[in-house]
């Protein structure tokens, strides 16, 4: 037993030296007083010795020991504990609180506010859920989805069409299919990413799927739809807009333009610079239009 008491000590104390603590006070009655004494009696080797260890508030150093223990010899050049002074006033390592400096480290106040884009996400998210209950043309009551629009709410380019096709109606997003692939093209070449740096939508935000004209753009219900682009532009605060095609563009230019006066004019919208340039479904059956439209997308580029 007391060579397990020995080695509980030993372990103890050694721990404390290593993490700095080189003085100890035992008062009288002590339990570990106690200990060290009974394993010197027991072992045969005091080298804790009575007289050190028996008075109350006196103190030891730790010499680094030996197989035989702990030596808790007091100190000549130490004076005695005052009378009725505690036994803990002599451990200069034991501070309080104040002394440690704690009200240094008190907990900082979080700013609780969500960021700016957290902020605009969840606007546009409302938006939507307002919208896919939207009833007030007749597109509402054929409509598979309605398209919102996609991209990032973050975005500084605009990018508008007229309205949803088929594929755009099955998908509920913006662009899909060949002229999706082909706006992804573009943006490439601009080193724009559609999650980053740009939101893409369209005017009309229900597919008329008794188009006669196979774009399904009408100028009457773009105009109902119009106040949700107004919103979506409210929210993500685009710096630029973009606009694919002539309806469009004369729809929320107000004009009459045909689209080559379009492209070389300059246009604002809502304070916000825009850039005019040829309908995917053109640039899709047409190719030698292309030239012109890198043209325009240079020109959005130049933007910054």
């Known amino acids: 037993m007391t060579g397990s008491i020995h080695s509980l000590l030993t372990a103890y104390l050694q721990c404390q030296r ?3 603590v080189d003085e100890f006070v035992f008062e009288r009655g002590s339990d570990v007083r106690k200990g060290l004494l009974d394993v010197g009696k027991a072992t045969g080797q005091p080298r804790v010795a009575a007289a050190q260890v028996s008075r109350g508030g006196g103190y030891g150093e730790y010499d680094g020991g030996g197989a035989g223990g702990y030596d808790m010899r007091r100190q000549a050049s130490e004076k005695p504990a005052a009378a009725g002074a505690s036994p803990f006033s002599k451990l200069s390592k034991i ?18 506010a969500p960021p700016v884009s957290s902020i605009k996400r969840e606007k546009l998210a409302e938006l939507y859920r307002d919208v896919i209950k939207c009833g007030n043309c007749a597109l509402s009551a ?8 996609s991209g990032s709410a973050d975005g500084t380019l605009f990018v508008i ?3 949803p096709t088929p594929q755009d109606e099955a998908a509920g997003l913006a662009f899909q299919g060949e002229a999706g692939q082909l706006f ?10 559609l999650k980053k740096n740009v939101f893409a939508t369209y ?18 219900y ?3 739809c119009k106040s949700i682009l107004d919103k979506q532009m409210d929210i993500i605060e685009p710096k630029a807009l973009l606009i694919f095609g002539q309806p469009s563009a004369n729809f929320l230019l107000e004009n009459d333009s045909d689209i080559e006066q379009l492209r070389a004019a300059n246009h604002s919208y809502r304070e916000k ?16 239009y292309r030239y012109g439209a890198w043209d325009d997308l240079k020109k959005v580029m130049n933007l910054g």
């Open 18 to 20: 290593d993490l700095g």
């Open 95 to 112: 501070r309080t609180v104040d002394a440690l400096g704690a009200e240094r480290y008190e907990r900082p106040v979080l700013d609780s």
């Open 142 to 149: 054929n409509r598979a989805k309605v398209v919102f629009g």
């Open 161 to 163: 069409g007229d309205a």
């Open 184 to 193: 992804g093209n573009m943006l490439n070449k601009m080193a724009l990413d």
């Open 203 to 220: 005017i009309q935000k229900c597919r008329d799927v008794n188009s006669s004209d196979g774009d399904g753009f009408d100028k009457e």
């Open 222 to 224: 773009a105009g109902i």
């Open 273 to 288: 610079p825009v850039i005019v340039t040829y309908s995917l479904s053109l640039l899709l059956t047409e190719t030698q």
